[in-house]
């Protein structure tokens, strides 16, 4: 693999930087060469948080470009559309697309409809070569009582899907390495339940 490139999407609060650090520490633990890019500042205002991950043999950008994503984690269905300038057939782009929604303040203010899940899902067909979009808050929530470590859930099922080209083990690791120890157990927990969730 000379090198796989990672677009993880979602609004402040979702967990976004934080998927994207288990990433690259896992990334690390598999002794790739990492690199990482975030925007953060809208994060404390619900707003859109993009991170790129990039790892392979040797990588020299952190971001990545134009169509070249080879998968896509949107943690919120209106951000899969925002990704999709990163996603294109010809290089084979997957979606993992949380579909639980979080509507924008400005939805409602302009009286605008939130585009149907069907209809985002049938965009967002358009630039990829395979798309798995399901309610993981829901199953997550019936679950720990509790949507914020969703982020979490969706590597776990990414992983067992075989979407990232990354071990198991490694991603176990990384969580012990990047989650504060207090919440490690839910964690830990939450990871093993998105992965059987995407197991066949």
């Known amino acids: 693999m000379r090198e796989f490139n990672i677009v993880v999407i979602g609004v402040g ?13 896992a990334a690390l633990n598999q002794g790739y060469d990492v690199k990482t890019s975030e925007l953060h500042g809208l994060a404390q205002r619900g707003g859109s948080v993009p991170c790129h991950i990039r790892f392979g043999k040797k990588v020299y950008s952190p971001l990545v470009m134009e169509g070249e994503a080879h998968l896509i984690i949107a943690l919120e269905p209106m951000e899969a559309l925002r990704a ?23 939805i409602p203010i ?12 049938d965009t967002v067909r358009k630039f990829a070569s395979k798309v798995i979009a399901f309610n ?33 083990e490694c991603f176990v690791q990384s969580i012990d390495q990047m989650i504060p120890k207090r919440f490690l157990e839910l964690n830990h927990r939450v990871f093993e339940l998105g992965y059987k969730a995407g197991l066949p």
């Open 13 to 25: 609060g979702q967990g976004i930087i934080t998927s994207m650090q288990v990433i690259a520490q």
């Open 84 to 106: 999709c300038y990163f996603a294109s057939k010809e290089n084979g782009t997957k979606f993992l697309i949380n579909t639980y929604r979080i509507t924008p303040l400005s």
């Open 110 to 121: 302009l009286k605008l409809n939130y585009p149907k899940i069907e209809e985002i899902n």
């Open 136 to 168: 993981a808050s829901r199953i997550v929530k019936i679950e720990t009582n509790s949507i914020i470590p969703t982020n979490v859930f969706m590597l776990g099922f990414a992983v067992a899907k075989n979407m990232i080209p990354l071990k198991k």
